[in-house]
């Protein structure tokens, strides 16, 4: 787990809008939705982004994905990523990057990580981790007892592993359970192709005050760029929605919510 600090200044809101398997070189994969997702995070002040893994398809012949019909070699799965990926990089809109599945294929085969490399040319090497990240970001200005202070969020992001099942029942306990991880405000999971928001409560303990502290937690599921097609059609997987959630925080108090 790589943890990542985040000051980002005086906005009143902040918004992240997190990315992940968009299989770029998958041939179902839809690249005018890759492109409206990131004009809006380039164009939008307070707009930033956690790219969580499965950026590249990188389907190779021992894996299930179909290598043979894919609109893109690796390497250019590789470059195509720098070219669509530069702009947010340059403004500063990743917050950090974590690896997927679909990559790590080509690091069990050949030892290459390619989201590493992607991450070194796009100078994002300290935002990024193969497995976790725990982010800390500071933003906005609330009202303390003597003075204003920064609101602070922490998100835990991990690309996940494993369906949970078919039922959108089982990925979400797949994505509450991450709370057995790590105390977190925000959790998010990829991997299932299932947008999906949930949230609960619990007690937070506070020793040095003998007290405990209601606070809430709030799950988010993304989704993919991947229509319906190819291996997913084949094994009779339900279509996912191109919907991703949206993650929303608060700088005037400690508030978030997400929407679809």
């Not at 390497?75 to 790590?104: R, T």
Request: proline share 3%; aromatic share 8%.
């Amino acid at each position: 787990m790589k943890c990542i600090k985040h000051s980002l200044g005086d906005f009143e809101q902040l918004e992240i809008l997190p990315l992940a398997d968009l299989h770029i070189g998958d041939i179902h994969s839809d690249g005018k939705k890759i492109m409206e997702w990131l004009e809006y995070i380039e164009k939008t002040p307070n707009c930033y982004t956690i790219l969580n893994g499965d950026l590249m398809d990188t389907a190779i012949k021992t894996s299930v994905g179909d290598t043979y019909g894919a609109t893109l070699r690796p390497m250019e799965q590789l470059q195509q990523c720098v070219k669509l990926f530069g702009p947010i990089a340059s403004a500063g809109k990743v917050l950090g990057v974590c690896g997927g599945n679909h990559e790590a294929r080509i690091y069990r085969n050949d030892g290459l990580d390619v989201t590493q490399m992607l991450c070194n040319q796009l100078s994002l090497g300290d935002l990024y981790s193969p497995e976790s990240i725990l982010l800390f970001i500071s933003f906005g200005k609330q009202k303390a007892r003597y003075h204003e202070q920064p609101v602070l969020y922490s998100v835990f992001a991990i690309h996940g592993s494993g369906a949970g099942g078919r039922k959108e029942g089982g990925k979400i306990n797949r994505l509450v359970d991450l709370a057995s991880i790590v105390d977190a405000d925000i959790y998010l999971m990829s991997h299932t192709h299932s947008p999906a928001i949930s949230r609960n409560s619990y007690y937070r303990v506070d020793k040095t005050k003998a007290k405990a502290f209601k606070v809430d937690r709030l799950f988010v599921n993304t989704s993919s760029s991947i229509d319906y097609g190819g291996y997913g059609e084949f094994f009779a997987y339900k279509p996912n929605s191109l919907e991703t959630p949206l993650i929303i925080l608060d700088g005037k108090r400690h508030k978030m919510q997400a929407v679809l």
